[in-house]
């Protein structure tokens, strides 16, 4: 243990006994001869009694915007303006956000400039989001000049009055299908259209199949992409999860792919299937491992059958 926290231990030590008394006084004096206003700041959120005053000085000497924004925002009746100064004075972004978030009588313009002056696109997305009053237009400027579609997609997603359109445009020039997608499924009141057609110009399989799950995509235009590329796993997804799939069609891809496993999968998985087909795929490559697993799926598809018949409500 070092000498500051003994300093700490012993100050709480003598509190519980005597309470603020001369001694603790004395203990108190030399942490603010010490100027250390990580220890001032220990000292003040521990003891009511402290002499806020004193601490709060050594806090802003130091200029350090953490200590600053931490000590307003636990100490009663600290300046919050002249603590705010200090933060402000330091131009950083991250305790700019911090000081405007959770000290109460903060100036949210003034700490919100010292972020959009930053051209930090995370604290300017953070403090849109999070800080009452925000300007979020300037911290909008900021997102959109980035041109970062991971960041516009967010931006539009969380702030109620972003430019969608503008944001929608930095998603569409990306050609990330993670965020195409993402804005489509998460941001309300987009036009789908150039959106799905984005996404189908990435030629990202899984993405095109995630994205006809989304209200208002053409299903059957996607369906018939996943077919033309005669992937029989992106097949069993689709049939398995898309409403209105072509069961059959898509099965018929599956089997002409001659892949055990997914003819295995797509007879017990789905609904519908044609498995007497899938089986003969099987018995046409021979792969008797896969025709062996084929009889242990026919029986769980059997027994699922037994088991919803049973279930069924009798007329």
Same mark, same amino acid.
């Given at each position: 243990m070092d000498?500051?926290?003994?300093?700490?231990?012993?100050?709480?030590? *003598?509190?519980?006994?005597?309470?603020m008394?001369?001694?603790?006084k004395?203990?108190?004096?030399?942490?603010?001869?010490?100027?250390?206003?990580? =220890?001032?700041?220990?000292?003040?959120?521990?003891?009511?009694?402290?002499?806020i005053q004193?601490?709060?000085?050594?806090?802003?000497?130091?200029?350090?915007?953490?200590?600053?924004?931490?000590?307003?925002?636990?100490?009663?009746g600290?300046?919050?303006?002249?603590?705010?100064?200090?933060?402000?004075?330091?131009k950083?972004?991250?305790?700019?956000?911090?000081?405007?978030?959770?000290?109460?009588?903060?100036?949210?313009?003034?700490?919100?400039?010292?972020?959009?002056?930053?051209?930090?696109?995370?604290?300017?997305?953070? $403090?849109?989001?999070?800080?009452?009053?925000?300007?979020?237009?300037?911290?909008?400027?900021?997102?959109?000049?980035?041109?970062?579609?991971?960041?516009?997609?967010? $931006?539009?997603?969380?702030?109620?009055?972003?430019?969608?359109?503008?944001?929608?445009?930095?998603v569409?020039?990306?050609?990330?299908?993670?965020?195409?997608?993402?804005?489509?499924?998460?941001?309300?009141?987009?036009?789908?259209?150039?959106l799905?057609?984005? *996404?189908?110009?990435?030629?990202?399989?899984?993405?095109?199949?995630?994205f006809?799950? *989304?209200?208002?995509?053409?299903?059957?235009?996607?369906?018939?992409?996943?077919?033309?590329?005669?992937?029989?796993?992106?097949?069993?997804? $689709?049939?398995?999860?898309?409403?209105d799939?072509?069961? =059959?069609? =898509?099965?018929?891809?599956?089997?002409?792919?001659?892949?055990?496993?997914?003819?295995?999968?797509?007879?017990?998985? !789905?609904?519908?299937?044609? !498995?007497?087909?899938?089986?003969n795929? =099987?018995?046409? *490559?021979?792969? $008797?491992?896969?025709?062996?697993?084929?009889?242990?799926?026919?029986q769980?598809i059997?027994?699922?059958?037994q088991?919803?018949?049973?279930?069924?409500?009798?007329?």
């Amino acid at each position: 243990m070092d000498k500051k926290e003994k300093l700490i231990k012993r100050s709480k030590m *003598i509190y519980r006994n005597f309470g603020m008394c001369n001694m603790l006084k004395k203990i108190e004096q030399k942490i603010i001869d010490m100027n250390d206003p990580q =220890l001032s700041l220990k000292f003040s959120k521990l003891f009511a009694e402290a002499d806020i005053q004193k601490h709060a000085q050594v806090i802003l000497n130091s200029g350090a915007p953490d200590i600053n924004t931490q000590f307003a925002y636990a100490i009663s009746g600290a300046d919050v303006e002249a603590h705010g100064q200090v933060v402000l004075d330091s131009k950083d972004p991250q305790w700019n956000y911090k000081f405007a978030l959770k000290v109460p009588g903060a100036n949210v313009l003034k700490h919100g400039k010292v972020v959009e002056e930053s051209n930090d696109i995370f604290y300017n997305f953070e $403090f849109a989001r999070d800080v009452k009053d925000a300007d979020t237009k300037s911290h909008e400027k900021v997102v959109l000049e980035h041109k970062n579609a991971e960041y516009s997609y967010l $931006f539009a997603a969380y702030i109620p009055d972003a430019d969608k359109n503008a944001h929608c445009n930095v998603v569409l020039n990306s050609k990330n299908p993670k965020h195409i997608y993402n804005f489509a499924l998460y941001v309300k009141g987009v036009d789908i259209k150039p959106l799905q057609q984005a *996404i189908i110009e990435t030629h990202n399989l899984d993405y095109i199949c995630f994205f006809a799950k *989304i209200k208002g995509a053409d299903t059957k235009l996607l369906e018939k992409i996943v077919i033309e590329r005669k992937d029989p796993r992106c097949c069993l997804w $689709f049939a398995k999860n898309i409403p209105d799939a072509d069961i =059959l069609t =898509l099965g018929k891809v599956v089997q002409e792919s001659k892949a055990p496993i997914w003819n295995l999968e797509y007879a017990y998985q !789905i609904e519908g299937a044609d !498995i007497e087909a899938h089986y003969n795929t =099987l018995l046409e *490559i021979k792969d $008797f491992y896969a025709i062996n697993q084929f009889k242990k799926v026919r029986q769980k598809i059997d027994d699922k059958k037994q088991e919803k018949e049973e279930n069924s409500p009798e007329l």
